[in-house]
């Protein structure tokens, strides 16, 4: 069984800047790719960022140049530092762990962005 806590998120000025991180505990293994989706009210689950077990990662286009996702594989541990947050990009910002088995999610914690 895999758990998945969040932390970081919360209220930021346009321009600002959060860290976000997630940290797996049970059966996770350096290969398990890593990421961060988000949802905004009334909108669909969307990936923001990927990381996997080579460090390859992968970014959706309102992401690119602005959000970085790295991993700590020691702690179990990945992150997504955001800069230059816009009002769009307020959500919840859910972590998740992909495995063979399945795909585990944290609970979500909410980034809200003031402009």
Known sequence: QVQLVESGGGLVQAGGSLRLSCVASGSIFSFNAMGWYRQAPGKQRE??????????????????????????????TVFLQMNSLKPEDTAVYYCIVWTVVRNYWGQGTQVTVSS
């Open 47 to 76: 990936l923001v960022a990927r990381i996997n077990g080579y460090n390859v990662t992968n970014y959706a286009d309102s992401a690119k140049g602005r959000f970085t996702i790295s991993r700590d594989n020691a702690k179990n």
